[in-house]
């Protein structure tokens, strides 16, 4: 088979570069920032950053920045910052004025025209500026100054200014400068220093003796004794050439010195000297109460580093074309790394240098290994292994599978591809393929520390291969059918990482225990051990998990990193090495678990009902009242990534959560009594503040929850309680009596109804109808005899059956009466006609009436009105409807000899006798008039001729329907 061994190192080339520099937050302008250009910075003491820039005075609370002005400034450039101890910062414009901020206010010095170059506060209570004109006394209680005439202590007044510095200690001694001297002045005396400098300098901000540095060049004065001499430091002279300071600040047992071209940082124990960011001018440094560097700039804003010691190789060095790193070995006093452009690199673990690889072919690297026994460089690009040795590349094989992990055999390499596990050749003997051992997706391998076999991490688990009989072969699997990400070891097992986010132990007997399972959102991809601790690499940063306590650190950009997104780790003695979204970092392992002071929270304002409340013991609110907190949340290292929380000590809903984004915390529901509410601060990493707000309130309850409230509606209820029961009796035996009233009228509506049937069969009646029947029969007219007879049958059934009912169909009671009628007329000597009128829109089979109602009615047309009359007799009945009114209308009218004549027979033959039927039939009407409302109405119309003749009754039945 042909050779693939080609030599190609002519692709390469190599730059070094030393651009270690730590991570930043940025605050500038655009985003948020006050300004680019920053001039001076201050802590405070309750921890607010205060900055002074071009756009003026701001203070800064971890989320946003308030600027503090005043109408009477006559410019808006603010420099110079101090704090006295009473708590009153100090500042001063580019036109002299001094400003003053107390009480949350800013305030113009009154009556001061001087130029100023320095401030600085001592712990009497004085306030020390350096001007042209001298030294100037401002006494913080009276608002009063005192010039200091004599400044070199020679008993003579000084005219002439000076240049640069005035700096008092808590000590009480006044460091500043005059006419190239250093005047220690203490206790009423001065102490003069030669600085034998031909250009201004400067004096460093200190605790301690100051140090005094030129401007330009690096020379340097520090103390020695009760002396100063100048002193070389090579280091700090070198990085010093040509730059252009602009002020000194000392930090602990650092001095930081800024320049137009860079920071640089230098120790006064060791003479050690750093340079941090040349292209960036900055103009001073503080570190904050949290361990964070702030830096300002006059470009650039304002640059805040969570961690110094976290160094970052990335595109500010201008060496490194991608930012985006993919792999990260170590081998032979270097680590390797690999950008996701295909880019490859090396930092000399020695001096931190970086070798930057340009290669010609723009790929990402599928896998990058050291042989630590060859001293070479394995990598893969575009399913091409390559080898690079003492500067010269090899391709070992164009035609390989794609890797993702190499490991170096006796007789050969291990190769992990996405297509398989295989075995390879050395490059001496061609680096050829020669057998598959495992044909699932690999990813990694790890010797076993318990035994001789090699693990693989496959996407159907954790593969053991064993060397049997010289043949690497499969044995166990551990974790089957679940996808392997990452491996590591330990002396004793095997720890595993699966995709699912689940970390197992494996040990030799085969006994798989889960240690822990990372949130859901977290997604990693390399594992790591080291002295007890698992370095797991993620999306989201870098995990380190204590195995024997379970605690977890998270390090991620509020630590310092550039970039959350680490795709490597690697442990090289006390470092560890990270390949992030953003470069390459290092970070000293001593440095990770450093415990870190946590933020604070501030009340700056308590509102009720809109109205700010003076600071209290105890506050009284109303129930409805509308409380509000305007608190601060000083947690810098969240970058405004926390969250307020408050509570009501017992009360059992526990913790309400509120944004750092809000101005105000609104309490929307206040407990009755004597509570207590607590309030505190959540930062990115879940950690409470360093404190807690405890805020007691009386809140009042409402009127209706009050003592006497309750006595006086126990009171009104007892009241209401009884008049309602006193009704409700009333009521009750209202009710009794309408129901036994009820009961009387169904009672004697029965008897009604049974004097109707009792109307119905009137034995007078009965008598001369089975009379006229015998008659017939006598007569031998069984004809008429059988039918009377059975009209007579079906009437007497009709009505025993209708009397039961309250009411039946109009088509029933039309012919009951009909039958009625039928026995009627057989009892009338001369002719008799008679005619029913019913309309054709009504539905007699349907409209209910009360049964048995009509037939007294017509029963008195035949008794009073028909039966008297001579010659031709007639009844018409005729059945209407009144759709409009609901109304069922019956008119029965005979052609008799009326109401007047027939009373004045009735007179004269009965005395003392009524109409049963009629008298029964009204009695009934009334009952159901009473009981159901007027339904039934009836009137009896006599009818007279023209010539006042009777000539008949009308009766009109109107029944609501």
């Known amino acids: ?65 308030e600027q503090y002005t005043n109408p009477k400034l006559t410019a808006r450039s603010v420099t110079g910052l101090c704090q006295a101890p009473s708590g009153t910062i100090y500042a001063y414009n580019f036109n002299g004025q001094i400003l003053i901020v107390k009480n949350n206010y800013l305030e113009i010095l009154k009556g001061w025209n001087k130029d100023v170059n320095h401030l600085s506060a001592d712990t ?209 006093g270097s680590i390797f790394f690999a950008t996701t452009d295909g880019e490859l690199g090396e930092v000399r673990e020695a001096d931190e240098q970086l070798k930057v690889v340009n290669h010609s072919i723009r790929s990402d690297i599928g896998a990058l290994y050291y042989d630590s026994i060859d001293n070479c460089l394995f990598f893969n690009k575009m399913n091409t292994v390559y ?52 044909q699932d997706w690999s990813r990694q391998f790890i010797e076993a520390p318990f035994c001789k076999s090699i693990f693989v991490a496959t996407n159907h688990g954790l593969k053991e291969l064993a060397n049997q009989s010289n043949q690497w072969k499969p044995k166990r699997t551990f974790l089957l059918n679940k996808q392997i990400t990452a491996i590591t070891k330990d002396s004793k097992s095997i720890f595993v990482l699966t995709f699912e986010g689940k970390i197992y132990q494996v040990t030799g007997n085969g006994n798989c225990k889960l240690i822990t399972k990372l949130d859901e959102n977290y997604h990693a991809v390399q594992l790591n051990y080291h002295r007890g601790k698992l370095f797991i690499a993620t999306n989201h940063g870098l995990i380190v998990l204590r195995l024997k306590t379970g605690a977890k650190t998270i390090v991620n950009r509020y630590s310092g990193l550039n970039s959350n997104n680490i795709s490597g780790c690697l442990i090289v003695n006390s470092s560890c090495w990270l390949s992030t979204g953003k470069g390459l970092h290092k970070l000293p392992l001593s440095s990770i678990h450093k415990n870190v002071q946590v933020g604070k929270i501030i009340l700056r304002n308590l509102l009720i009902n809109g109205k700010k409340v003076g600071k209290k013991p105890v506050y009284e609110l109303n129930y409805s009242d509308d409380l509000k907190l305007q608190t601060d949340g000083l947690s810098f290292r969240s970058n405004g990534n926390f969250n307020f929380a408050y509570r009501f000590v017992g009360d059992r809903t526990g913790w309400i959560l509120v944004p750092a984004s809000v101005k105000e915390i609104t309490i929307p529901r206040l407990p009755l009594g004597n509570v207590e509410m607590e309030v505190k601060l959540i930062d990115h990493e879940n950690r409470n503040s360093s404190n807690r707000l405890r805020i007691k309130l ?24 009884y008049l309602i029961f006193k009704r409700r009796i009333k009521q009750l035996r209202v009710r009794q009596e309408l129901r036994l009233k009820q009961l009387q009228l169904e009672n004697e509506l029965r008897l009604t109804q049974q004097n109707a049937l009792k109307a119905q069969m009137n034995p007078h009646f009965l008598f001369n109808v089975l009379n006229s029947i015998k008659g017939f029969i006598y007569e031998n007219d069984k004809k008429n005899a059988a039918k009377y007879l059975g009209d007579f049958s079906s009437l007497v059934r009709k009505v025993l059956e209708m009397s039961a009912l309250p009411s039946v169909p109009l088509a029933d009671e039309l012919e009951t009466l009909t039958l009625y009628i039928n026995l009627e007329s057989m009892l009338l000597e001369e002719d008799f006609t008679f005619q ?87 009695k009934r009407i009334e009952l159901l008039n009473f009981e159901r409302g007027e339904v039934i109405g009836v009137e009896i119309e006599d009818l007279i001729s023209e010539l006042g003749a009777a000539t008949g009754t009308k009766v009109t039945i109107r029944i609501h329907i």
């Open 698 to 721: 009386v809140v009042k309850a409402p009127i209706w929850q009050r003592w006497w409230f309750y006595v006086l509606s126990a009171g009104l209820i007892i009241g209401i309680s």
């Open 1 to 65: 088979m042909k050779s693939w061994l080609v030599v190609i190192g002519m692709w390469f080339s190599y730059m070094s570069v030393f651009g270690q520099y730590p991570a930043y937050f940025n605050y500038t302008i655009e985003n948020g920032g006050p300004s680019n250009e920053i001039y001076s910075i201050l802590q405070d003491k309750q921890g607010y950053i205060w900055i002074g820039c071009d756009a003026g005075l701001y203070r800064y609370n971890g989320v946003r920045f």
């Open 836 to 922: 029913f009128h019913v309309d054709d829109t009504i539905d007699t089979g349907g409209v209910l009436i009360p049964s048995l109602l009509l037939q007294p009615y017509v029963e008195n047309a035949f008794k009073h009105g028909l039966r008297h009359k001579k010659g031709s007799k007639q009844l018409v009945i005729q059945v209407s409807e009144d759709s409009e009114n609901q109304l069922l209308i019956i008119q029965i009218q005979d052609n008799g000899i009326g109401r007047t004549a027939a009373g004045e027979i009735n007179r004269n033959q009965h005395a003392a006798h009524e109409s049963f039927a009629t008298n029964a039939n009204e």
């Open 124 to 332: 009497k209570g004085a306030i020390w500026v350096s001007s042209s004109k001298g030294i100037i006394q401002l006494n913080e209680k009276t608002r009063k100054w005192k010039f200091t005439a004599d400044l070199n202590g020679d008993g003579k007044k000084d005219l002439q200014g000076f240049s640069n510095g005035i700096m008092a200690q808590k000590n009480g001694t006044l460091y500043y400068l005059f006419e190239d001297n250093l005047i220690e002045r203490k206790n009423g005396k001065c102490f003069i220093h030669p600085i034998n400098l031909q250009n201004p300098f400067f004096i460093t901000e200190s605790e301690k003796k100051p140090w005094v540095f030129g401007l330009v060049n690096g020379d340097c004065f520090v103390p020695q004794g009760t002396k100063y001499v100048r002193k070389s430091f090579p280091k700090l002279i070198r990085l010093l050439e040509g730059k252009k300071l602009t002020y000194v600040q000392e930090i602990g047992s650092d001095i930081w010195i800024s320049t137009h071209s860079g920071i640089i940082r230098f120790s006064k124990k060791s003479g050690a000297a750093s340079l941090y960011y040349p292209k960036i001018a900055f103009s001073a440094c503080i570190k904050d109460t949290e361990g964070s560097y702030w830096f300002t700039t006059l470009h650039d804003g304002i640059l805040r580093m969570p961690n110094l010691d976290y160094l970052s190789w990335n595109e500010r060095t201008e060496a490194i074309s991608n930012d985006q790193f993919s792999h990260v070995v170590h081998g032979k």
């Open 387 to 438: 080898r690079c040795c003492n500067g010269n590349v090899e391709v070992l094989n164009p035609f390989t599978r794609p890797v993702k992990d190499f490991f170096r055999l006796k007789d050969g390499y291990l190769l992990a591809t996405s297509q398989g596990t295989y075995v390879y050749s050395f490059p001496k003997d061609g680096f050829k393929e020669q057998r598959c051992l495992l």
